[in-house]
């Protein structure tokens, strides 16, 4: 009987006469020879002696006998091949996809995401992203954490109103959640402890290697902090359970991207803001890109660490749900996470009374009306709580060392783009 395997299955197969089913990846015609390349979703075969060479990125099924091979990837071909064409394609993709570097540059492959993609090299950072985010939850579950799922049409911006997305709600202003913030905190009312992995919309009005219109959240709340550094142990947990994802199940796009993972310390140092502006010698009330490149360095300098914990931000940069630090005045209990020089992750403790509610936004000039069924949870008792979002696309970046966050998401959002 004639098996259905896949590319890098070949070896177990040798002498059997087998089926792949794929993408044209590259021809060749020798004088003597032919070859074809077909490309599945584990990788490459390679077949010989091929009568009629379909054109590349055509989709074929190739029934073959496993032959060794020293030149073919893995070590095995298929000889004597009866080709079936599946689905020609109807134009050429805009260049060689067979070609170890990508000879095109951002712009090109954007235009042409469906089939640019397909690039060994384009595909992997996506294939890490996938890997982390399998390691985000099964660390979270592991801890007790529910996955939860919530509205991206929103009455209320959470962040700030300023680069939020409004769209008309059946004649209703309405907003693109710019993050799951109070519906992640409502659900901590239910079970304590909870994450979602979303799309979060934000109106970046600047074009940047760092910024998205829409990027992936990954979004973590708990009940029961005794504050701030609560939080920091899950987010510890969440990133190295993403390593070891990535470690485990994309290592074929490790190696081909030749990515370093990080060591995660066991304790992940931690600055406050304070002595981050003394450090850096600049006293803006937010950290600018150069300085968390600084403190970065310094991390890595003083502690041989690649993240670290800013701690302390003022309470004027921080949304109005977050705890102020009670031994600080102007101070909160909010911290990023800088890896390799970059922001990867906001959190912090949040206000859990309803009444600091009330009063936080009265302080801040803000109407209540909007925020109601937010502070609806509020009304009914919630327990002292934190959480924070990590960034996906700024995760792969940074792992990969893309230089463009766009590089890491398959068809990216942003000031200009939207399509394909
Ligand atoms: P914040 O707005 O800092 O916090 O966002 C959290 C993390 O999301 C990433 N990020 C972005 N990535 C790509 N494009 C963007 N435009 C963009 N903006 C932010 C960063 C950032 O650290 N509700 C809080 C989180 C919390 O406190 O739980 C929030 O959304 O990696």
Request: aromatic share 10%; no cysteine.
């Amino acid at each position: 009987m004639i098996s259905r395997v896949m590319s890098a299955e070949l070896a177990e197969h040798a002498g059997q006469r087998v089926t792949i089913a794929g993408w044209v990846h590259r021809r060749r015609r020798l004088k003597s020879v032919s070859f074809l390349v077909v490309r599945d979703r584990a990788g490459l075969a390679q077949i010989v002696g091929a009568g009629d060479l379909p054109v590349e990125e055509s989709v074929v099924e190739v029934t073959g006998t496993v032959t060794a091979g020293s030149q073919a990837p893995g070590g095995f071909e298929l000889v004597a091949p009866e080709i079936e064409v599946l689905a020609e394609p109807v134009a050429a993709p805009p260049f060689d996809l067979y070609r170890p570097v990508v000879p095109a540059a951002l712009p090109t492959i954007l235009d042409h995401a469906p089939v640019a993609l397909r690039h060994p090299r384009l595909k992997a950072p996506l294939e890490i992203s996938a890997a982390s985010v399998a390691g985000f939850r099964e660390t979270l579950d592991g801890l007790g954490f529910t996955e939860i799922h919530t509205p991206k049409i929103v009455a209320s911006a959470t962040e700030s109103g300023a680069n939020v997305f409004g769209i008309d709600y059946f004649g209703r202003p309405a907003y693109l959640a710019q993050s799951p913030q109070f519906y992640k905190q409502a659900m901590v009312g239910v079970f304590e402890r909870v994450y979602e992995v979303g799309p979060v919309f934000r109106a970046e009005p600047h074009d940047t290697v760092r910024h998205l219109a829409q990027y992936t959240s990954l979004d973590a709340e708990l009940g029961f902090v005794r504050d701030h550094r609560d939080v920091m142990t899950i987010v510890r947990a969440a990133v190295a359970g993403m390593l070891e994802s990535v470690r485990r199940h994309a290592a074929s796009a490790v190696d081909l991207l030749d990515v370093a993972l990080p060591e995660v310390p066991a304790e992940i140092p931690a600055i406050h803001f304070t002595e981050a502006q003394r450090l850096t010698g600049e006293f803006e009330p937010d950290l600018s890109p150069a300085q968390e490149r600084l403190l970065s360095e310094w991390a890595l300098r003083e502690h041989g660490s690649e993240f670290l914990f800013v701690t302390g931000y003022p309470m004027s940069k921080r949304p109005f749900y977050t705890h102020p630090d009670p031994g600080r005045p102007g101070y909160t209990n909010g911290f990023d996470l800088l890896f390799r020089g970059l922001e990867l992750v906001t959190g912090g403790q949040r206000l859990h009374r309803y009444e600091d509610y009330t009063k936080a936004l009265a302080e801040r000039g803000e109407d209540p009306e909007p925020y109601e069924g937010y502070l609806q949870a509020f009304r009914y008792g919630m327990p002292p709580h934190g959480g924070f979002a990590l960034g996906l696309e700024r995760w792969t970046a940074r792992l990969t060392g893309a230089a463009n966050i766009r590089q890491t998401t398959a068809f990216p959002r942003d000031l200009h783009r939207l399509t394909p």
